[in-house]
């Protein structure tokens, strides 16, 4: 629901009924993750998707279905299925969504759960989805509070527990309990949606490849900070696509911010100048951010590395160094560079090869690495673009 939140705040404020669809789990080849989410309107407006195009046409009915009944549905598509052609889901997956009908008075706890994710404050919306339980009951779990029933007070307990867990992991995904919350049962189904703060994407130099990749960065979910010591240059009029501008040595604020950042952060580097980027990748070699990049040539790159060592960044932290920063994809312009560089970011994220997918054979959707750090540039990975 993230990326269709502002579309969700005006129905919610409109007063009228409409459909939230949901994906809640999903197997094999699936198009989109546990989380996404498609909305229909009373009037009959679409907003979103939970499946790229797949079962859109078949959750669109189930939704007008919703609205005018007010009733809940969980429904199940997968190739398997008779009608599985006339619903479109051809890929070889299973989906299984949840359709809600909401307004104010079956969610009074939407606009808190809006405002939080806009906040960027850390909130999970537990929802029973199957089982000997109250089905469609809803509870919104925050960092240290809670609100909403799921039918017992031992369920709420473990639900609270298990979403503020999920929550620190960014983690969405179905839970199973016993029939009163038993933690060894699993005839109760609970869906949690787990709203993390976006990750962050740190963007040094406010040069016009910034401004790109900036741009890309918040358009694939990360909350995007750009920062460079000079204000004539660091201007939110040049950086559209931020959500931040800060005008400071790169190093110094990102010292200052270190301790904020986990392994979903990506550092990329831009600024061309050993003056700034060698004291900056020196901070950021010190976080935890799972992706550290670096723009330059193979003489800056060469060069860049010395002096590192010299002042004494070990070989296993540089190995965590992707520079030059980017794929081999024959990139030129500032966009096609953002490209490179948001194509080398999901890779990282999901173990991805970087080959064609025609050259390849077995799943094309790949599951999340355990930790983004966990995967070290290549040889072919750091091929020039």
């Known amino acids: 629901m993230r990326d269709i939140r502002a579309a969700v705040a005006d129905l919610y404020a409109s007063g009228e009924t409409f459909a939230l669809a949901t994906v809640i789990d999903t197997y094999r080849s699936s ?7 498609m909305a229909v309107t009373p009037s009959g407006e679409v907003i979103g998707s939970v499946s790229g195009g797949c079962v859109e046409g078949a959750v669109y009915e189930l939704s007008q279905e919703v609205i005018r009944t007010g009733q809940p549905v969980r429904e199940r598509y997968g190739v398997s299925d008779d009608d599985a052609f006339a619903v479109g889901l051809t890929c070889g997956g299973v989906l299984h969504v949840l359709v809600e009908p909401i307004d104010a008075a079956r969610y009074p706890q939407l606009g808190t759960v809006l405002a939080a994710i806009e906040e960027h404050r850390p909130v999970a919306v537990a929802t ?7 089905f469609g009951a809803r509870r919104v779990i925050g960092a240290e509070d809670a609100a909403g029933e799921l039918g017992s007070a031992r369920l709420e307990a473990a639900v609270d527990d298990d979403a503020r867990g999920m929550l620190a992991q960014g983690r969405t995904g179905v839970l199973r309990y016993g029939a009163h919350g038993q933690r060894r049962g ?6 949690v949606q787990a709203f993390a703060p976006a990750a962050r994407m740190l963007v040094f130099g406010a040069i016009d490849f910034a401004a790109a990749v900036a741009q890309i960065g918040s358009y694939l979910g990360y909350r995007v900070t750009v920062c460079d010591a000079r204000p004539v240059f660091a201007t939110s009029k040049r950086f559209p696509g931020a959500d931040e501008v800060i005008v400071k040595w790169p190093h110094v604020f990102l010292t200052e911010i270190a ?4 392994e979903r952060t990506a550092i990329c580097v831009l600024t061309h100048d050993p003056k700034f980027d060698v004291p900056v990748l020196e901070a950021a070699l010190r976080t935890r951010a799972g992706y550290i990049g670096a723009m330059g040539s193979r003489r ?6 010395a002096r590192l060592r010299e002042i004494g960044i070990a070989e296993e932290d540089l190995s965590r160094l992707r520079s ?6 024959g990139a030129r312009t500032p966009e096609e560079t953002a490209v490179s560089i948001a ?8 173990g991805g090869s970087g080959r064609p997918l025609s050259e390849t054979r077995g799943r094309i959707h790949n599951d999340p690495l355990t930790s983004p750090a966990a995967v070290t540039p290549s ?7």
């Open 379 to 385: 040889a072919a990975e750091t091929a020039p673009r």
């Open 31 to 37: 198009p989109r993750e546990a989380g996404a989410a």
């Open 259 to 262: 301790a904020e950042l986990d």
């Open 300 to 305: 800056t790159h060469d060069e860049r590395m």
């Open 343 to 350: 194509a080398e970011l999901i890779q990282t994220r999901w």
């Open 324 to 329: 030059p920063i980017g794929l081999e994809l």
């Open 128 to 134: 029973v989805v199957a089982g000997p339980g109250r």
């Open 186 to 191: 699993d005839e109760l189904e609970v869906f």
